[in-house]
């Protein structure tokens, strides 16, 4: 430190004091430094917290405030270098406060000379890179630098207290390489150490970016345990699944080569992952678990991550595989439209065509959407899925149209996640003018439960909508609590009784309420009915009853793929249809046709 160049703050509201230390300093000529002078309280606290200086010099009276209480302030923002108190006169009772506040030392203005401001300086110094010694060594590893159990539980506490507090989840791993032994034993020690800090090296770079530094408290860390066995602590999961990607980041990046001494080097991890709170509530059954998990691992053949809820690594493993799956699916053009077409109940005739998404799974065949759309929904893959398909519809729509099929509207399910995107406005009226159809050859499905969730923007964009002269259906109508009065401030063209109350009708007609007080309140309102699910004769007839206007289900077709409905509108042109046929069937003989 003899040839360091010192950098002193002096922190003094007193220019004449600012001269005379800095002309005491000149004198202390083996102390090479550096002097910078603050004036003001403020400015002292923003200097200090750039932890720029090796020691700073400052001055008992600051104004209005003291010495003191800018030490204090300064220490609770973890200032790291040691402080030494100036005052005009010295007295007991100031030394114990200086001290107590965490001054290194504590000089009397007027009896200082250079050989005393110089040792003050160098002692202060020396004692605070001491002190900082005694805090690594107990708590980081001396050989990979990054911290120790003690550290590692000390932190683990806190987290656990501040979990409690926010009702949060976080996730502690056991990680341990696998026959680590092995290398020590052909390699040599000192290259199973060089290896333990490439792995830290590594382990570093799969690091999580914090997203709010400023407010977080705590950190992602690891800690090394000692021999092979580290620890990961993840201080925020939102959701259970996220503990796996970095556990599978880390298997990643360790299974890539390490070259030492020109020879490379595979290893391979097994980790186990406990969750605070499921897993326990306290540090012991926190790392008890997580090691239990991690024991689990290496008996599941190593190289591997497991939870210690074993139910979870099935899930947490399905969940991730599916989501890169349907991501890709997107991109490879693996989604596929069917329709379902909608039948006038009095005249058979083909109303409209609604289009129901499905993903063509090269392995697993046709999945249907209620096994990926909430998937879709939580992970934003909806917005380009939903993009796929109304541009999809919409080309399909205006084949369908140079066939001759002028009145058939295509209707296309909106997630309500998408419905409070801006871009949705713009989105479709980009994919009809892009097929070349118009605003009234689409139709735009939207549940009644999304119009619940956020009224006034979904309000907004149905009555773009309207305007540009598109038709909105309300799906699932009777499940999502809407009132009167908020269902005659929107547009809407059509309800769709939900599946469920269509079904009430078979167990029994006269008892059927929610189907009839839906079809009178869409009269009230002017407003067409559909009644979906419709899969027996006798629904239909009731149906008729009650006075519904159109009808979907399996009674009349399932949904279809492309070709087939193709057939069915030539077929329905050239008077063969579809629906005329079964409504004679069924209103011809009165008996009850099951669904194939
Ligand atoms: P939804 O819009 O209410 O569609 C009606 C669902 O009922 C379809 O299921 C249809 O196949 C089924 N269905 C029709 N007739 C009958 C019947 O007689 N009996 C029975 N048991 N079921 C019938 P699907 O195709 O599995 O779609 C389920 C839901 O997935 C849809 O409900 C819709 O909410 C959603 N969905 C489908 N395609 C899309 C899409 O492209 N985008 C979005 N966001 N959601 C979609
Ligand atoms: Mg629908
Ligand atoms: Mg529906």
């Known amino acids: 430190m003899d040839n360091e160049l010192i950098k002193i703050l002096l922190i003094d509201d007193d220019e004449d004091d600012f001269v005379m230390t800095r002309d005491i300093l000149a004198e202390a000529e083996n102390l090479g430094h550096e002097l ?30 003291t010495g003191l209480e800018l030490l204090t302030e300064a220490a609770a923002n973890g200032s790291r270098a040691p402080f030494i108190l100036l005052t005009g006169q010295g007295d007991r009772e100031t ?48 050989l990979t630098r990054l911290p120790n159990r ?32 092995r290398i020590n034993d052909t390699f040599g020690h000192a290259v199973g150490d060089r290896l333990l800090i490439a792995i830290t090296e590594r382990l570093h770079s799969t690091m999580r970016k914090s997203d709010s530094v400023a407010r977080q408290t705590i950190k992602d860390m690891f800690a090394r345990l000692g021999g092979d066995e580290f620890t990961v602590l993840l201080h925020e999961v939102k959701h259970v699944e996220n503990a796996a990607k970095v556990a599978q980041r880390i298997i990643d990046v360790l299974s890539l080569p390490f070259t030492l001494e020109g020879t490379e080097i595979f290893i391979t991890a097994s980790i186990g992952i406990s969750i605070f709170p499921q897993d326990g509530r306290d540090v012991d059954d926190l790392l008890k678990n997580a090691d239990a998990a991690m024991y689990h691992a290496k008996e599941q053949g190593k190289n591997n991550y497991q939870y210690y809820r074993q139910a979870m690594n099935a899930s947490a ?43 063509d799974h090269p392995e697993k065949g046709l999945i249907p959407p209620v096994k990926f759309i909430p998937l879709a929904e939580e992970t934003g893959i909806i917005f380009p899925m939903s993009e796929w398909v109304l541009k999809t519809a919409s080309r399909q729509c205006n084949i369908w149209k140079d066939a001759g099929h002028k009145d058939i509207p295509i209707s296309v399910n909106i997630s309500s996640r998408h419905f409070q995107h801006r871009n949705l406005v713009k989105s479709i009226s980009e994919s009809l003018s892009q097929a070349g ?50 269902l005659k401030r929107f547009p809407i063209h059509a309800l769709k009784i939900d599946r469920s109350f269509t079904s009430e009708i078979s167990a029994d007609p006269e008892e059927a309420l ?53 057939e069915m509108l030539a077929a329905e042109k050239e008077g063969r249809g579809v629906g005329r046929k079964i409504l004679d069937n069924i209103m011809g003989n009165k008996t009850e046709t099951p669904v194939p």
């Not at 053009?333 to 109303?351: A, M, N, R, S, W």
């Not at 305007?467 to 609590?481: C, E, K, Q």
């Not at 009178?520 to 559909?530: D, E, F, G, P, Y």
């Open 150 to 181: 003690t550290l590692f539980l000390d932190r683990l506490f806190q987290a656990i207290s501040q979990a409690e507090r926010h009702e949060s989840m976080f996730a502690i791993m056991f990680l341990d390489i696998d026959n680590f032994k």
């Open 317 to 359: 493993f399905e969940k991730l595989t599916l989501e890169n799956t349907l991501r890709k699916a997107v991109e490879n053009d693996e989604l596929v439209l069917h329709y379902q077409p909608q039948f006038d109940i009095t005249t058979g005739k083909i109303t409209g065509l609604e289009a129901l998404i499905r993903w």
């Open 36 to 65: 910078e002078w603050i004036s003001t309280y403020q400015e002292a606290l923003g200097s200090i917290a750039e932890n720029r200086h090796d020691v700073y010099i400052l001055d008992f009276r600051l104004g209005e405030k």
């Open 514 to 566: 929610i189907a009839r007080a839906i079809i009178s309140l869409a009269r009230n309102l002017k407003m067409l009915v559909i009644a979906e699910g419709v899969e027996t004769g006798q629904q239909l007839r009731y149906l008729q009853d009650y006075g519904c206007n159109e009808i979907q289900g399996y009674l009349f077709s399932r949904p279809l793929p492309t070709d087939d409905i193709t």
């Open 437 to 486: 159809i118009n605003p009234n050859d689409m139709m735009i499905e939207i549940t009644e439960s999304a119009i619940m969730q956020d009224t006034e923007t979904v309000l907004l964009t149905l009555s773009e909508l309207a305007d540009m002269g598109m038709r909105m259906i309300l799906d699932d109508f009777g499940t999502g609590y809407s009132s009167l009065s908020y």
């Open 95 to 142: 030394d114990i406060q200086a001290m107590k506040a965490g001054a290194a030392d504590y000089l009397v203005k007027g009896d200082i000379n250079a050989p005393l401001l110089e040792r003050s300086i160098r002692y202060a110094i020396e004692r605070k890179r001491n002190e900082e010694d005694v805090f690594r060594m107990a708590y980081y590893d001396s």
